[in-house]
């Protein structure tokens, strides 16, 4: 069947045609040539929703696949934590068993020091691959490009091609890492050479940043650990270990986001004692200086108070006797702080 009508006017829904033995047979396709295509044995569907308007994801949730109604509520809001759920139907339901899953994208900017997360909804079924993003997402389009370009030959079922987008999902974790990385090397080195309040505040800035991260990889870890396990029905067993790579890429970057936190927590007990010593240098020039000038202070508040009865108010040299008295407790004071290396 050779179909090659669009699907969208903006081209917000893309759909693409796999034959069962790997290869693209057609793309963007008509929403009421769909419910036959499904009916084929010999293909499966993959259709991407991107920011559509509701009357297309209507037609294409509701009308044509007959979705449970949680999982499209699910889709449509924005879900905090990644997840997974089997549905399958129940007397008086039309749609045909399928998994529901949703799972996170991440970008790091380093101008503001923060995640962007992207939600990715995933409805893979036997014959089909429906998902589902607000935003454009690198994972997708370069799937995408692939399907289109005619790389994906080894793309059998739709359960493959979900392992090629948390595939790509996953291995986009690693730009974001860098940059954090990077974040962390500088905050290393301020806080070692300028340990002021806006120092902390990038601290705690990219500290909050990496306990971010780290929620939510765990719960996604947790997500593709049960595709890495086997335990849907919908996902072949050939497939598990392709899953299971992803989900060790997956474990080794949420142990780094540990390490950047450790990092980070080492960097701040850093800033603190580099803060500590600064007020402690502060606090010693302030002693010293109040200890050095306490023979002036002592000479000058004596003979400060004039009294009638001083008998060294009435002698000639006492002015320069006072000065040179000053003078040299003073130095002698100083001298014997540099003896003893306090400055």
Known sequence: MKISQKLSLARMIRSFVFTTQGRLQNQDVEPSLVPPLLEDPNVFLWIDLENPAPPEWKAVLETTFHFHPL????????????????????????FAPYLFMVIHAVDFDRKDNCFATSELDFFLGRNF???????????VSGVRERAINGTLAIARAPDRVAHLLLDALVDNYKPALDGLGLQIAEVEQMALQKPDKETLNQILQVKKEVLHLRRIIDPQREVLGKFAAGEFKLVRPKLVPYFRDVYDALFHIGELAQNYADSLTA??????????????????????????????MMIGTWYGMNFKGMPELDYP???????????????ATYLYFKKKRWF
Request: net charge negative; glycine share 2%.
């Open 129 to 139: 691959l429906v998902t589902y993003h607000d935003k454009p997402l690198r994972s």
């Open 267 to 296: 960097i701040l007990q850093v800033y603190l004692n580099m803060s500590s010593n600064q007020t402690g240098e502060v606090v010693k020039l302030l002693t010293l200086i109040t200890v050095i000038t306490t023979p002036l």
């Open 317 to 331: 040299h006492a002015y320069p006797i006072a000065a040179i008295c000053m003078v040299l407790s003073t130095l």
């Open 71 to 94: 999982s499209i509520e699910d889709c449509l809001s924005p879900s905090p934590s990644p997840k997974v759920e089997e549905y399958s139907p129940k007397e008086g339901d039309t």
